[in-house]
């Protein structure tokens, strides 16, 4: 019988810095109103769907996302360890404009490839230590519904890789409170979108 695990990604809603166009990363800054709506329109959404655990990154933003989510689906958050958002490195808390100018900029923010900020993380690295992190996960959640909120930068990158973009691009921009569906196969490792 094959064994698949049903999750919906989303990221947290939206936060100060996200109005302000400033890098966030593995720094923070806590949701808006707007973010707050979101994050009650994103439980009304998976009031429907039989959740069965929510599980969040460890920054504040998830947290308090995933909170709300939870108050509703009554259900309590766990924090998993590399659910964190990318990290920046200097660019962290700095206006996206600022670094707008950067040479490797595009590269950055728009493919999967070993380039980073200065004491940053590469969107390779962070899809690793992200996968490795959601399928240790999922390895003892067979047949159950998750709801993961996570962050932007890793929906861009992990979406962009499960959808297999051309040249590693990954210029989509997911929307806060935004839910994707994915599938995970426990037999053999494949993770599919809906």
Sequence with gaps: ?????????????????NVEHRIQG???????????KQALHLSFLCKTLNISQ????????????ATICGEQLQLTPRVVAGF???????????LT????????????????????????????QLLTR?????KNELK????????????GDILRCFMAKLVQSKQSQTGYDYKNGQLNTISYDQETGVFTSL
């Design 1 to 17: 019988m094959n064994k698949k695990t049903i999750f919906y990604l989303a990221r947290h809603g939206q936060t100060e810095w």
């Design 26 to 36: 593995q720094l923070d800054s806590v949701l808006t109103a707007q973010g707050i």
């Design 54 to 65: 929510i599980l969040t990154s460890s920054l504040g933003r998830a947290i308090q996302t």
């Design 84 to 94: 964190e958002e990318r990290h920046f490195g200097v660019w962290q808390g700095k």
């Design 97 to 124: 404009q600022q670094m707008q100018s950067h040479p490797d900029y595009t590269e950055i923010t728009s493919q999967i490839t070993d380039c980073k900020p200065e004491q940053g993380e590469s969107a390779k």
């Design 130 to 134: 992200f996968e490795n992190a959601l």
């Design 140 to 151: 003892t959640k067979p047949n159950e519904t998750l709801l993961i909120i996570i962050h």
